[in-house]
């Protein structure tokens, strides 16, 4: 296990799309986190999964997000009728026990023209 | 609500120097845990300290200590001898919900 995966690195979509990314945990974690960023500023956290469980969802930004993990193992986040304001970077984390930190995937920025 | 305040945007340190990046944070909780992250430019983020609030003992990491004040809310990260690779931005964490806006560090050779 190499790490945190996300994919796609770079999505470029017209207004009003759908677009979905998905992240790939460290597989011995149990607790995966959904942020944004964007330039200059730190990660802004949209919800959080235990598990399968989605125990935080209230930080989502408006309906239009929505996200999940079936089977407790990678997870997907999906932004609906893009806007251009969603542009920014996407990072998701695991954590296998909350005191010993998160490890980071590289992304995904996101481009709404 | 949890918050997270960096009050320093950029900060600068010539090359084998010490560094001192500030930060307080504010919380109701008594067990919380404290971190800081480095993000080198279009790199990914990495853990580089964590303290758990219930020890008294700041956390050291080779060259990374902290100065964890629990009753001033204070949380600054001393970085020694600083090497051109510790460029980065670095954020200040509570806990996996609130990070602060960050710091940008630059290394003067």
């Known amino acids: 296990d190499t790490g945190v995966s996300q994919d796609p690195r770079h999505k470029i979509t017209k207004r009003g799309q759908n677009v979905t990314f998905r992240c790939d945990p460290i597989?011995?974690?149990?607790?995966l986190y959904w942020y944004r960023q964007t330039l200059g500023q730190g990660p802004e956290f949209l919800t959080y999964?235990?598990?399968?469980?989605?125990?935080?969802k209230s930080r989502l930004l408006s309906d239009r997000f929505s996200a999940e993990r079936p089977k407790g193992s990678f997870s997907t986040l999906e932004i609906q009728r893009t806007e251009q304001g969603d542009s920014a970077m996407y990072l998701c984390?695991?954590?296998?026990?909350?005191?010993?930190?998160?490890?980071f995937g590289s992304g995904t920025r996101l481009t709404v023209v | 609500a949890q918050t997270v305040t960096q009050s320093q945007p950029e900060m600068s340190v010539q090359e084998a120097e010490t560094v001192t990046l500030s930060c307080t944070y504010d919380?109701?909780?008594?067990?919380?845990?404290l971190f800081w992250y480095k993000q080198p430019p279009s790199r990914q983020m990495i853990l580089v300290i964590r303290?758990?609030?219930?020890?008294?003992q700041n956390a050291t990491e080779n060259r990374f200590s902290v100065n964890f004040q629990k009753a001033a809310k204070s949380f600054s990260l001393k970085i020694s001898d600083s090497q051109l690779g510790d460029a980065a931005m670095y954020f200040c964490?509570?806990?996996?919900?609130?990070f602060g806006t960050g710091t940008r560090l630059t290394i003067i050779p």
């Open positions: 984390a695991s954590s296998g026990r909350r005191s010993y930190g998160y490890t």
């Open positions: 597989s011995e974690h149990n607790r």
């Open positions: 999964f235990q598990n399968e469980a989605q125990l935080e």
């Open positions: 919380t109701s909780e008594s067990d919380y845990y």
């Open positions: 303290q758990e609030a219930y020890k008294q």
């Open positions: 964490a509570l806990g996996g919900l609130t």
